[in-house]
């Protein structure tokens, strides 16, 4: 089973309450990668039915202009997430986010309850993809175990609220008390082949400290962030996109690399650089994401 969809561009993927009908209309104008439909946290108990329903008619309805709409069911603990499941399978999803994962037998239950799912309704086998959310200790020691447990599975999110809970701490602005799980989430998504997310930044009156959260998860190696107001997909978008001279720079390494591989030279240099062929991948993932980001004119 292969979805093509599972290594699409994912900078930014912003929550949206499906108990709000007003919030999930039109997102798409404000041009995020990805819309994270909530049922679960934001969603009153009295109201699931009801964000329910509305989630159904959204993905039914709504045009969302390729922007990628993945749900956010309740917890395997609660009465409410095999007919979410149902529901957002039926609608059209593209993906869907098991909340407090902690283990793989997590991402098998819900695994099994897609694969029902796009049968009852007729959906094409893998078409709907899983992102596994971490929020407790438990669930960052298990992070490999979760990245390996199913082909669907395109990533795992950290949420730092929950976890820091967990841990006895609380969020400080500085990311110390994140830094463990941050990195922790990374190595295990890089060693799996999956993408990693990070946890969403509240503050919405500091945005100099929301650009510095962002540059650091950035230089860390996380895929994108989860955000909760379209007023932070401009810095996200900023940061993840390429600069002309890292492209420049990418180019320059690739082509030398091709000639020089060929004619047995293993080690060279790119405008006073020594380079060697250990900095090739990392050359055509800034021009892929160049490509994805809209931003590359190149031939590569």
């Known amino acids: 089973m292969s979805n093509p969809n599972k290594k699409r561009?994912?900078?930014?993927?912003?929550?949206?309450?499906?108990?709000?009908?007003?919030?999930?209309?039109?997102?798409?104008?404000?041009?995020p990668d990805s819309i994270m439909l909530d049922l679960e946290d934001a969603v009153a108990e009295k109201e699931k039915d009801a964000a329910r329903y509305s989630l159904?008619?959204?993905?039914?309805?709504?045009?969302?202009?390729?922007?990628?709409?993945?749900?956010?069911?309740?917890?395997?603990?609660?009465?409410?997430?095999?007919?979410d499941i149902r529901c957002a399978v039926a609608g059209g999803c593209d993906s869907i986010r098991i909340p407090k994962t902690e283990s793989a037998q997590d991402v098998h239950v819900v695994e099994e309850a897609v694969i029902a799912a796009?049968?009852?309704?007729?959906?094409?086998?893998?078409?709907?993809?899983?992102?596994?959310?971490?929020?407790?200790?438990?669930?960052?020691m298990k992070a490999l175990d979760i990245c390996e447990?199913?082909?669907?599975?395109?990533?795992?999110?950290?949420?730092?609220?929950?976890?820091?809970?967990?841990l006895q701490t609380h969020i400080t602005g500085t990311g110390i008390e994140l830094m463990g799980a941050r990195q922790n989430m990374v190595i295990a998504a890089r060693a799996a082949g999956v993408q990693c997310f990070d946890t969403v930044y509240t503050d919405l009156d500091d945005m100099d400290g929301f650009r510095k959260d962002v540059e650091a998860i950035h230089l860390m190696g996380f895929d994108g962030k989860s955000i909760i107001n379209p007023r932070q997909i401009e810095i996200v978008h900023d940061?993840?996109?390429?600069?002309?001279?890292?492209?420049?720079?990418?180019?320059?390494?690739?082509?030398?690399?091709?000639?020089?591989?060929?004619?047995?030279?293993?080690?060279?240099?790119?405008?006073?650089k020594m380079i060697?062929?250990?900095?090739?991948?990392?050359?055509?993932?800034?021009?892929?994401?160049?490509?994805?980001?809209?931003?590359?004119?190149?031939d590569l």
Request: proline share 3%.
């Open 56 to 83: 159904f008619h959204a993905l039914r309805e709504i045009d969302y202009r390729g922007v990628e709409r993945v749900v956010r069911i309740n917890g395997l603990d609660s009465p409410y997430w095999r007919e």
């Open 118 to 140: 796009e049968k009852e309704f007729g959906r094409e086998e893998g078409s709907v993809l899983i992102m596994a959310a971490l929020e407790s200790a438990r669930g960052i």
């Open 9 to 31: 561009l994912r900078r930014t993927m912003m929550f949206l309450n499906c108990q709000k009908p007003g919030l999930i209309k039109d997102p798409y104008i404000y041009k």
């Open 239 to 272: 940061i993840y996109t390429p600069k002309q001279k890292d492209i420049i720079f990418a180019e320059k390494v690739v082509k030398e690399i091709d000639d020089k591989k060929a004619k047995g030279i293993g080690v060279f240099t790119v405008d006073g």
């Open 149 to 166: 447990a199913s082909d669907r599975l395109f990533g795992i999110a950290l949420s730092g609220g929950d976890y820091t809970k967990d």
């Open 276 to 298: 060697d062929i250990a900095f090739y991948d990392g050359a055509k993932r800034t021009i892929e994401l160049a490509k994805a980001s809209g931003v590359y004119e190149g």
